[in-house]
């Protein structure tokens, strides 16, 4: 039904492509300016509306980068309250810089994690306050044309390639397919465990990579659950009830985790990016409460607990657990695209 409601709405795509086109030949005219820096940047984004893996991306590249160079990232700080440049410090939340900053910042505390609408004077503020950065990881900035990155990685999923989509709000494209020729890297994320060679060649095939492009493919792999405050960890088990608090794009693949993973799980569903509240917590106790075996936890994502940390007086006795999700590069083919990072970022700095 829903779908059938979308192809209603395809005069309205045809008006958004029109908008997202003239937009983009304005920048390849260069009758709107876009500016690049004599510094590398990297830029982590997607063709399509959440749910690519952004995130563990831009978090695999931090862990590839950050032993050897001083690293930052920037991003635009979603649904935080606050505006313009700020950067993460001991004193910070997720309200004041957003979730998946937040969550760059606990995980790793070493690293510049900086917020900033405007990216084109956030990068300057960034070199300025922190002159030592060698590298600056944008995350979710493909459309950002006022700057021009030297390294563009675009993600599409497996199961929804942005070559069988459609704009915005027939299908799930915010631009239009012929920007992909400004990525160096395409990567094919959320893969089925079985994918065949054959399979992989077909899809490449239908990407159609421009010379200089490269095509990698991964996996989501998910560690062993944390406790949100004590950070223990657990295994997930064939006798374990699970009730999943997901308040993030597309929870498809972690629910296919618990599916062969545990007992039965439940699932309170929010929004993407929401922001709990004291209403969200009661339904959250209460329905917990409610699974009568005692062989039971709470999980929710990373992006969602740091967004669920403020309620520690409450939920610290729960077993409230965390899942960590990363990718993992399919084919033998994490050292070709690792390599193909460090090179990008080695030719601006002699180590």
């Not at 990297?42 to 032993?67: H, R, W």
């Not at 995980?107 to 922190?130: F, N, S």
């Amino acid at each position: 039904m829903l779908k059938s409601f979308r192809y209603v709405l395809f005069p309205f795509a045809f008006v958004y492509a029109g908008m997202i086109w003239l937009r983009n030949k304005l920048f390849d005219w260069k009758i709107i300016r876009s500016a690049a820096f004599n510094f590398p940047l990297i830029c982590v984004g997607n063709l399509a509306v959440g749910g690519t893996g952004k995130t563990p991306m831009t978090e695999y590249l931090i862990e590839l980068l950050k032993d050897e160079f001083k690293t930052a990232t920037l991003s635009r700080g979603y649904k935080r309250k606050t505006k313009g440049f700020g950067i993460a410090d001991n004193t910070t939340s997720a309200v004041e810089i957003g979730d998946e900053p937040m969550q760059f910042h606990q995980k790793y505390p070493d690293i510049t994690v900086a917020v900033g609408e405007e990216r084109l004077v956030a990068i300057p503020q960034i070199l300025h306050v922190k002159p030592d950065t060698e590298v600056i990881i944008l995350d979710d900035a493909f459309q950002h044309r006022y700057i021009r990155p030297g390294f563009n990685i675009v993600l599409t999923e497996y199961k929804n390639l942005y070559t069988r989509d459609f704009l915005l709000p027939v299908g799930d494209l915010r631009d239009i397919k012929s920007s992909i020729k400004r990525a160096q890297v395409i990567i094919v994320s959320k893969c089925s465990e079985n994918i065949s060679v054959s399979e992989k060649e077909n899809i490449i095939k239908e990407l159609s990579p421009r010379n200089g492009q490269s095509v990698f493919f991964t996996k989501i792999t998910y560690g062993n659950p944390y406790h949100l405050y004590k950070k223990d960890q657990i295994s997930l088990d064939l006798n374990l009830y699970v009730l999943l608090i997901s308040g993030i794009a597309n929870p498809k693949p972690l629910k296919d985790l618990l599916n062969n993973t545990v007992s039965t799980y439940d699932m309170i569903k929010y929004r993407d990016h929401h922001i709990f509240n004291t209403d969200d917590l009661k339904e959250i106790k209460n329905s917990f409460d409610r699974i009568k075996t005692t062989h039971k936890i709470l999980l929710t994502t990373e992006k969602d607990a740091v967004r669920l940390e403020k309620f520690k007086d409450e939920l610290i006795d729960y077993p409230i657990y965390v899942i960590p999700v990363r990718h993992e590069f399919l084919f033998d083919e994490k050292y070709a695209f690792d390599e193909k990072v460090k090179k990008f970022v080695s030719i601006y700095h002699t180590h």
